[in-house]
């Protein structure tokens, strides 16, 4: 597959968010993982609005709770005025799926340990 398959919008989409709305709660399958095009994302322990971590444009959230197949274990809230590009999990499977043997065999040795 080309390059221009990961980037289609048929695969992935944008989610334009306001302050304080939220791209996902705690407790949800964790099912996609998100690059944020612009703004930033908070992520919070819920109740409590403790920050545990910030996202900024082109930074890549979610990519190992989607591999171990974990539900989110914090919630992503929009700090800013934010666009979200939202990939499916079935992208980052097809993607790793094309990598040589060796980093293959790297990759699911670390998600075993983990």
Same mark, same amino acid.
């Given at each position: 597959m080309t390059e221009d398959y990961y +980037? /289609? /919008? @048929? #695969? #992935? &989409? =944008?989610?334009s968010l306001m302050p304080g709305e939220? =791209? &996902?709660?705690?407790?949800? %399958? %964790? *099912? /996609? &993982? !998100?690059?944020?095009?612009s703004g930033k994302l908070i992520i919070l322990e819920p109740f409590s609005a403790k920050i545990i971590r910030e996202y900024y @444009? *082109?930074? =890549?959230l979610g990519i190992?709770?989607? =591999?171990m197949g974990e539900k989110w274990k914090f919630m992503a809230e %929009?700090?800013? !005025?934010? /666009? +979200?590009r939202v !990939?499916?999990?079935s992208i980052l499977l *097809?993607?790793?799926e094309q990598l040589p043997t060796g980093p293959k065999t790297v990759i699911n040795y670390l998600l075993k340990a983990a």
């Amino acid at each position: 597959m080309t390059e221009d398959y990961y +980037i /289609s /919008s @048929t #695969n #992935n &989409f =944008l989610v334009s968010l306001m302050p304080g709305e939220v =791209l &996902f709660k705690k407790g949800v %399958a %964790a *099912d /996609s &993982f !998100f690059y944020v095009k612009s703004g930033k994302l908070i992520i919070l322990e819920p109740f409590s609005a403790k920050i545990i971590r910030e996202y900024y @444009t *082109d930074e =890549l959230l979610g990519i190992p709770e989607v =591999l171990m197949g974990e539900k989110w274990k914090f919630m992503a809230e %929009a700090k800013t !005025f934010s /666009s +979200i590009r939202v !990939f499916p999990k079935s992208i980052l499977l *097809d993607r790793l799926e094309q990598l040589p043997t060796g980093p293959k065999t790297v990759i699911n040795y670390l998600l075993k340990a983990a």
